[in-house]
């Protein structure tokens, strides 16, 4: 599982406990997260899209796109968060290449999971 | 519509005829591609998940993640692409973090589209 611990520049740590909201769909995106602890829940219109574990990123998309979040994020568990505004999200990119790709990686790790889901589901 | 022209080190421009492929599911990675002109599709087990228009990228997923391809791109249209090999995706990623936030971009908004598909979609 890929980690995004050890940056040079410590962001802000979040501790939020199970059940709890950390945004909502509609929301005005302020932080992406990476999952230092626990699990969160990520859903669309009720319907959970994706599990992030422990080492996992969310809340990027809204971050990239300057867009409204278009998804809700419950903690699944207690969880221990690594909060990144954009402008050091920003300031990651440029610092660090390996940060970007890993970034690209997430966000394509779930195109791909995404596309099973699609091709995999019964057709309707 | 985001384009990739206008890059410092033009990479390999390719053209192809409608209805050839470019690359099909299973084979390993060489190239991401943008559409300077025409459209591409891409389907996953038959089934078309995407058509990128001019100023699109694809490809990008098999070289991120250096597996071989999920998906299968043909040429819906006459199509010039701009052919851009690993080595130098990890170049223009160092040399630009602009370059790496469209790459960013064009994800996001592919994983925006699919969560739309998949929660509107009807349950079978």
Do not use: C, W
């Not at 999952?35 to 994706?50: A, C, F, K, M, P």
């Not at 909060?83 to 966000?107: G, T």
């Amino acid at each position: 599982m890929r980690t995004f611990r050890g940056l040079d520049n410590p962001s802000e740590a979040r501790v939020v406990s199970a059940g709890r909201t950390i945004f909502r769909a509609g929301d005005r995106p302020d932080f992406l997260y990476t999952v230092l602890e626990g699990e969160v829940e990520i859903s669309v219109d009720g319907q959970v899209v994706e599990v992030v574990p422990a080492g996992g990123l969310f809340g990027e998309m809204a971050v990239i796109e300057d867009h409204v979040r278009a998804a809700t994020a419950v903690a699944k568990t207690d969880v221990r968060l690594d909060a990144i505004d954009q402008p050091r999200f920003m300031e990651l990119i440029r610092e660090s290449p390996a940060f970007a790709l890993r970034v690209m990686r997430v966000l394509s790790d779930r195109v791909r999971r995404m596309d099973e889901r699609l091709t995999q589901k019964p057709r309707s």
